[in-house]
């Protein structure tokens, strides 16, 4: 019987050309054509959104709810509650709510640390005639804060002209940020707090350099330039230990784009995404660039602030003072839950969630919309038992988080599945839910004359292309048919 | 400042022990032996390019080269179109396998290229696929059982 095994070896056998002369000819950094997509022209400037104008503020009279599991905290946001501007952390379904911070100051652009224990952001106070911006970062476990970038630690000493912006290095012990205005540009805090200025950028200079992200793959850190001289708008490269920046490629060349801002690299370090008339996302090696979202900031909201899940195939961002998600590719546009709160910026924790998968608030939450699958059973080298992988399933949840799901497996716990008598792929059976409305029960029929009929505890994850889900210990009955 | 690589030589025998295997890979990947030459050579200029700043070149440039193979195709605006066919010598399993991941969507082909043709384990696909182990454990389940069937119907 023939195997794709034996393609592959065939495929191993096939004589590749020699590249390396064509490796070494090619030219140092030529300017790959961009091949942009246009979708179309929003008027106005997506600036104004991102700066929180027009965004209605409301008095809510919300009470802290404190989180049970802050692990269970997935979003970092600056949001209004009771009057003041505080950064908070949420639940996926707005359930719980951390609020990291109290105080009547302003503060703007959390970002996570990559472990996912703190939050930085940009604070200082809402009226002041010294220059008191700083950079602050929170703890998730305890609250403890540390004063990461000083006031007066860096050039700019006008106090209209903040510091924020913070963005930290892959290994979480770096912050890039920014300074605006005079002094302006790029600066480093090293892990050991020394600050340092890495591009020069301010009125002297006729450009704003903004929008600091650390390429995870590369040591450099990608930022905006707004050339004012030119007038054009740059992505651009600071390697942080040459504090040499490159432009990596002319935003505004392509006429869809006029300024950017709200810079967000994607966890696997191949797109950033940024705001310009819309949601953009950059491809950094191939330099294709897709418009996501159109959104005309006075009829919508305008889109703002995005931040990537973990496993770079979806972005969340905000619609005006709303939370939403986009797969990468454009299709899936959704509110990503409801909420009372107006928030002004978001971000997405970054550690993944698959190792500590989490139980659903309810087992009702999630829906099963078909009676029956598909599934086949095999064995994983390693696993504690056989998996089950059920064939494209569909699961809704009540705000439609969890569907799609690319898929669900059952790790089989009883040693009466796990024997070699259960060959891989050997067969199929079906399993299908009690009640649609409740993934808690499930009754799984085998086709296998082998396994007995009975109840089994198994374990079962869900999961979808996020990679997100949780996992429970059911009582699988098994019907003989 | 990670490990990186300090010299062509350096990215010259990443190439000598890697690149045929990487070219297979991204032709299976792609179907398109035009395609795989150019994203290939593509992807190693830059790591040449890049120097220092790459942390970790081996998965750097496999990365890289799916990564430039997919925009190429997206420009091309065709997926695996085997037109070249006659361009290069291929036994009969081989051209009959490439037929066949034809038809697997870009996911599941890249996962049962790169864990079967390139030989990385689960684990590695995932980080490089960008995905997680237990969705590039579900794509390859799928791919396989595929490919073994149009190749069983082939016979």
């Known amino acids: ?481 | 400042v990670g490990d990186g690589h300090d010299s062509p030589g350096e990215v010259e025998r990443i190439y000598r022990e890697q690149g045929g295997q990487m070219w297979r890979s991204v032709l299976a990947w792609a179907g398109d032996a035009e395609v795989a030459r150019d994203s290939v050579a593509e992807a190693f200029a830059q790591l040449l390019r890049r120097g220092q700043e790459v942390r970790d070149p081996e998965r750097w440039v496999w990365r890289a080269a799916f990564r430039i193979a997919a925009g190429d195709l997206k420009a091309r605006n065709r997926y695996g179109s085997l037109t070249d066919e006659g361009s290069y010598e291929m036994e009969e399993p081989a051209r009959e396998l490439l037929h066949a991941l034809r038809t697997l969507s870009a996911k599941q082909r890249a996962c049962v290229v790169l864990h079967h043709a390139a030989g990385y384990p689960v684990r590695e696909v995932a980080i490089i696929v960008g995905s997680t182990p237990a969705a590039v454990k579900v794509h390859l389940m799928r791919g396989r059982r595929r490919l073994r069937a149009l190749l069983e119907n082939d016979a």
């Not at chain 1, 961009?34 to 008027?43: C, F, I, M, P």
């Not at chain 1, 995005?306 to 454009?330: E, H, N, Q, V």
Request: aromatic fraction near 8%.
């Open chain 1, 1 to 481: 019987m023939p195997d794709f095994r034996d393609g592959f070896e065939s495929l191993g056998r096939t004589k590749a050309p020699d590249l390396w002369g064509d490796i070494a000819a090619r030219s140092p950094r030529e300017e790959r054509p961009s091949a942009l997509r246009r979708v179309g022209v929003v008027a106005l400037a997506v600036a104004i959104a991102a700066a929180g104008i027009g965004l209605a503020i409301r008095s809510f009279g919300r009470v802290d709810r404190p989180a049970s599991d802050f692990r269970s905290l997935r979003i970092a946001a600056v949001a209004k509650i009771d009057g003041q501007i505080d950064v908070v952390a949420l639940s996926l379904d707005d359930s719980e709510l951390l609020r990291l911070t109290h105080s009547a100051e302003w503060e703007a652009e959390p970002a996570w640390s990559p472990d996912g224990r703190k939050v930085a952001f940009g604070a200082g106070a809402l009226s002041s005639d010294e220059p008191d911006t700083r950079i602050v970062a929170v703890s998730i476990a305890d609250g403890e804060s540390e004063l990461l970038v000083p006031p007066r630690s860096y050039e700019n000493n006008d106090p209209d002209n903040p510091v924020g912006q913070p963005a930290w290095s892959p290994d979480g012990t770096a912050l890039a940020f920014t300074v605006f205005g005079g002094g302006g540009g790029i600066y480093l805090r090293s892990g050991a707090g020394e600050i340092q200025r890495l591009t020069q950028a301010g009125p002297p200079t006729g450009r704003i350099d903004s929008s600091p992200q650390w390429d995870p793959d590369d040591d450099r850190i990608l930022f905006v330039r707004d050339d004012l001289v030119q007038g054009r708008t740059l992505l651009m490269a600071v390697d942080p230990g040459m504090g040499k920046a490159e432009p990596v490629i002319v935003l505004s060349n392509d006429a869809d784009v006029q300024d950017a801002s709200d810079l967000a690299m994607s966890p696997d370090g191949w797109r950033v995404a940024f705001v310009s008339r819309g949601l953009y996302v950059l491809d950094t090696i191939n330099l294709h660039l897709d418009r996501l979202t159109t959104c005309d900031p006075v009829e919508c909201g305008g889109d703002h602030s995005p931040a990537w899940m973990p496993d770079a195939g979806k972005i969340i961002f905000l619609r005006g003072d709303a939370p939403y998600s986009i797969r990468t590719d454009g299709t899936g546009l959704a509110r990503l839950f409801p909420t009372d709160l107006t928030l002004w910026g978001v971000d997405w924790r970054p550690s993944p969630v698959v190792a500590t998968p989490q139980p659903p608030p309810d087992c009702g939450v999630a829906e099963l919309t078909s009676r029956e699958y598909d599934v086949t059973l095999s064995r994983t080298q390693g696993s504690p038992g056989t998996l089950v992988t059920v064939s494209g399933p569909t699961l809704r949840g009540e705000d439609g988080r969890w569907a799609p799901m690319d898929g669900l497996e059952v790790w089989w716990n009883d040693p009466q599945l796990a024997g070699p008598e259960v060959e891989q792929d050997a067969t199929h059976l079906k399993v299908a839910t009690q009640d649609p409305g409740d993934v808690c029960r499930f009754e799984v029929a085998f086709d296998v004359p082998d396994v007995p009929p009975g109840s089994y505890p198994v374990v079962v994850r869900f999961y979808n292309d996020e990679g997100y889900g949780w996992s429970r210990e059911h009582n699988f009955s098994v019907i003989s048919p």
